[in-house]
């Protein structure tokens, strides 16, 4: 089986401009959930999208949005960027994205904004 | 949501040493992940807790959740190059994931 793949895998935006990264889950999978890494902050929790719904949302600005389609492959989207923005996203999937299944997650998106 | 609290942030130990990372919580967790992510990677599955009092082991890890099933915690025993990353414990929730003990390992 593949695993969970994130594409770009780096991107380099300007303060302002928008973008979209994109995420495909395992085979089978249907949520898949989103997370920004930063050095010494951890994982923080995005959002998660079950059968093309959002289930649940992390504490980010409005800025920060996301889909998800009916494959189950998943779109996250950061409006006017800043350079706080710049991090690891990673993308994670499990089969049904209940409490006790592991998450498999992608090798991430470094954005970087200047 | 409930959110997990990890100690400490980083750890650097001699290659033979042995390392543990703790993983706390001020409510009752149904289980509990732990996760590791090398240098430049993306984190991965390690182990998975659900009961009280549990212990279990992979090799020289060993893996604990408390009795009231609020902390956990992970030892690694004789530790080796290869074991340097950040290691991350994860609650139930969404927003689960612990800040992470980043391990450095001296040869």
């Known amino acids: 089986k593949a695993g969970v793949t994130q594409t770009p895998r780096y991107l380099i935006k300007t303060r302002g401009q928008q973008v979209t990264l994109s995420c495909s889950p395992i085979s089978g999978h249907r949520s898949v959930s989103w997370y920004q890494q930063t050095p010494g902050q951890g994982l923080q929790f995005l959002f998660e999208?079950?059968?093309?719904?959002?289930?649940n949302k992390g504490n980010f600005p409005g800025r920060f949005s996301g889909r998800q389609f009916s494959n189950s492959r998943s779109e996250m989207n950061v409006s006017t960027l800043e350079l706080g923005d710049s991090a690891l996203y990673l993308c994670a999937s499990s089969l049904r994205g209940t409490t006790n299944e592991k998450l498999f997650f992608g090798s991430g998106t470094q954005l970087s904004v200047l | 949501g409930q959110q997990v609290m990890q100690i400490p942030q980083y750890q650097h130990v001699q290659e033979g040493e042995d390392f543990t990372t703790y993983c706390n919580s001020s409510?009752?967790?149904?289980?509990i992940q732990w996760y590791k992510q090398r240098p430049g990677g993306h984190p991965v599955f390690l182990i998975q807790l659900v009961k009280s009092g549990e212990v279990k082991k992979q090799k020289r890890l060993t893996f604990q959740f408390g009795e009231a099933k609020k902390n956990s915690s992970l030892h690694i025993t004789a530790t080796q190059t290869t074991d340097v990353g950040t290691y991350f414990c994860a609650g139930p929730d969404d927003m689960r994931f612990g800040a992470g003990t980043r391990l450095t390992v001296k040869p």
């Open positions: 999208y079950f059968s093309e719904t959002q289930r």
């Open positions: 409510t009752t967790l149904s289980n």
